[in-house]
């Protein structure tokens, strides 16, 4: 089966740092994504990870755990316009698609 | 602007009617992907085509969903005798086959009501 968890909600402050953490059960695994869906809009990619370890861009950092089916998004120096939702996908290994399995999705409110 | 585009943004439709919506992919994708996304959910996959071949169709889309891509650019996602529960964001990505990440581009959706 495929399974795929995170926090449905989430508060943090202006300046400072959250941690949006994943777990995933899936039948197969080919990389993990972040996205960020603001309201009404379309999901941006903001990371990849396929193997162990920590993958940094700017204020956004990704860890995975394949041995763990755990990954973490890392959001620093949090701004207002960082207030949105955020998606953790999984690509599943097998078939020609490449397709994604989403989470439900961590929603972010950052507060002044 | 090179992204995904959707047309329409907005549909409102009654049930039983039968609804279509347009995805242009970026130009040199080779990869198309249909999602549908309900409030509060992640969306999920409907459907895959690679150029014109529609590869991969998802159990979510029953008989009344049909979607081409007739010369490997646009794809047309196709609702007939539509229902309440098909109101929901239809989202639409492209992505290429260069790409080691197979990265997917999303484009704004199509946000369909059926009243």
């Known amino acids: 089966g495929q399974n795929i968890d995170q926090p449905t909600e989430m508060t943090a402050t202006e300046g400072a740092i959250v941690q949006i953490n994943c777990t995933y059960q899936t039948s197969g695994f080919n990389g993990l994504f972040w996205y960020q869906q603001h309201a009404g809009e379309a999901p941006t990619f903001l990371s990849y990870n396929v193997l162990d370890g920590l993958e940094e861009k700017g204020r956004f950092s990704s860890f995975l755990s394949r041995s763990k089916g755990y990954s973490y998004l890392l959001l620093k120096e949090l701004q207002m316009k960082d207030s949105a939702s955020y998606l953790c996908a999984v690509r599943s290994r097998g078939g020609a698609t490449n397709k994604l399995i989403f989470g439900t999705g961590t929603l972010l409110a950052v507060q002044p | 602007d090179t992204g995904v585009s959707q047309d329409p943004r907005h549909k409102i439709t009654k049930r039983g009617q039968n609804v279509t919506f347009r995805c242009d992919p970026i130009?040199?994708?080779?990869?198309l992907y249909w999602y549908r996304q309900t409030l509060g959910q992640g969306p999920e996959f409907l459907t895959y085509?690679?150029?014109?071949?529609?590869?991969?169709k998802s159990r979510l889309l029953s008989d009344r969903f049909s979607a081409e891509r007739p010369k490997g650019s646009f794809s047309t996602l196709e609702i007939q005798r539509t229902e309440q529960g098909d109101s929901a964001m239809y989202l639409c990505a492209s992505g290429s086959r260069d790409s080691i990440s197979y990265e997917q581009y999303f484009g704004p959706g199509t946000r369909l009501t059926v009243t």
């Open positions: 130009s040199e994708h080779n990869r």
């Open positions: 085509f690679q150029n014109e071949a529609q590869l991969e």
